[in-house]
C-alpha cells in the first residue's frame, strides 16, 4: 500500500513512511496529508504527533481533531540530524521548525550569530543548501549527496531524540484493538475541575495515561480540546467504561476515538 507524508524524499517522515508501506508519496504540510486521507483520495498518510525535546507537532494535532480519520499504528523513530552545507562558508541554517529547536543548544553554542529560518521539512532544506552555497540544512545525513558535505554528525541537543509518528487511514479502518488508544475531546463546557472529571474516569479504572495535550478550540481564548492517550485498547471493557463517562460529561461537545494501534520502533 501507498502512504502520504511529508516531503521531498529523505524527510524524517519519509523513513517512518519507509518502514509501514510499500511505496511513499509525498505531499507539502501535515493538514495536506490528513485532508487526503479524509476526503478518500489516499489510503494511508503517516504524520508526525510529537518529538521527545520539541514537544508536540501542533499542525498534526489540530489536523487529526478536524478531520475524519483513524490512526492504525505508532512509529517511533530515532532522530540523529547533522549539518549540512556546501562548505563551512554558510550565512544561515534553515531546516523544519522541530529540528530547529531540537539543534537549539548546539546552535547556540556553535553558530550564535547565523540567522535560523524554518522550511517546510528537513530535506526541504536540504534542497535548498544543494541550490546556494549560503545555506546550511539540518537533516539526516544521508541527505548530504552531490556537491553537499557532512559539517557535523549527532547535532540534536539530547541523543535519545525520537519523534513519534502516526499511521492514518479512513475512519471505516478503525480498530478497537491495540495496546494503546487516542481520543480527542471537546468537552462544550467549562467548569472548575472540568479536566479532573475527564481524567477520573481512566484513573478510576487503573489506565495508564501516556499524553494530554490541550490545544486552544479556535473559538476563544482558554477554550480547549484535549487530546489523550492511553494504555489500553478499545475492545477492552475498562476502556469502553471510561469513554462511556466521558461521552457523558462532554453532551454538549464531542468525543472522537481515532482508534486502538500498537507500536512500531525503528532502529537507528
Ligand atoms: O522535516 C522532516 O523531516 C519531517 O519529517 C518533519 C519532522 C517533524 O515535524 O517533527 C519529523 C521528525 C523530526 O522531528 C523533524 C521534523
Redesign the pocket.
Known amino acids: 500500500m501507498d502512504a502520504l507524508t ?1 516531503g521531498p524524499e529523505g ?3 519519509h523513513r517512518a513512511a519507509s518502514a509501514v508501506a510499500d511505496s511513499v508519496s509525498f505531499a507539502e504540510s501535515m493538514t495536506a496529508i490528513v485532508d487526503a486521507v479524509a476526503s478518500g483520495r489516499h489510503t494511508r498518510g503517516v504524520v ?1 504527533i510529537e ?1 521527545s525535546i520539541e514537544g508536540s ?1 501542533t499542525e498534526s494535532l489540530d489536523a487529526l481533531a478536524a478531520g475524519q480519520v483513524a490512526v492504525l499504528e505508532e512509529v517511533i523513530v530515532p ?1 540523529r540530524h547533522a549539518l549540512i552545507a556546501q562548505s563551512e562558508a554558510f550565512e544561515s541554517v534553515e531546516s ?1 521548525s ?2 530547529l529547536g ?1 539543534s537549539r543548544e548546539y546552535l547556540d553554542r556553535h553558530y550564535p550569530d547565523v540567522d535560523r529560518d524554518p522550511v517546510a ?3 526541504r532544506s536540504v534542497e535548498r543548501a544543494r541550490e546556494d552555497a549560503s545555506i546550511a540544512a539540518i537533516a539526516h545525513p544521508d541527505n548530504a549527496t552531490d556537491a553537499l558535505q557532512v559539517l557535523d554528525t549527532d547535532i540534536q541537543d539530547r541523543d535519545s531524540n525520537v ?1 513519534r509518528f502516526f499511521v492514518i487511514g479512513p475512519s471505516d479502518d478503525r480498530r478497537d484493538a491495540g495496546s494503546k488508544s487516542t481520543f480527542v475531546v471537546d468537552p462544550g463546557v467549562d467548569h472548575p475541575g472540568l479536566l479532573l472529571e475527564l481524567l477520573e474516569p481512566f484513573a478510576d479504572r487503573d489506565i495508564n495515561l501516556t499524553r494530554l495535550e490541550s490545544r486552544p478550540s479556535g473559538r476563544e481564548l482558554g477554550d480547549y480540546v484535549f487530546h489523550v492517550d492511553v494504555e489500553a485498547g478499545l475492545n477492552e471493557d475498562r476502556t469502553r467504561d471510561a469513554l462511556a463517562e466521558i461521552e457523558a460529561l462532554a453532551s454538549d461537545g464531542w468525543v472522537r476515538h481515532l482508534g486502538s494501534y500498537d507500536t512500531r520502533r525503528l532502529d537507528e
Open positions: 511529508l524527510t524524517y517522515s508526525p518529538n507537532v532522530i523544519h522541530q529540528a531540537q521539512s528537513t530535506a519523534t
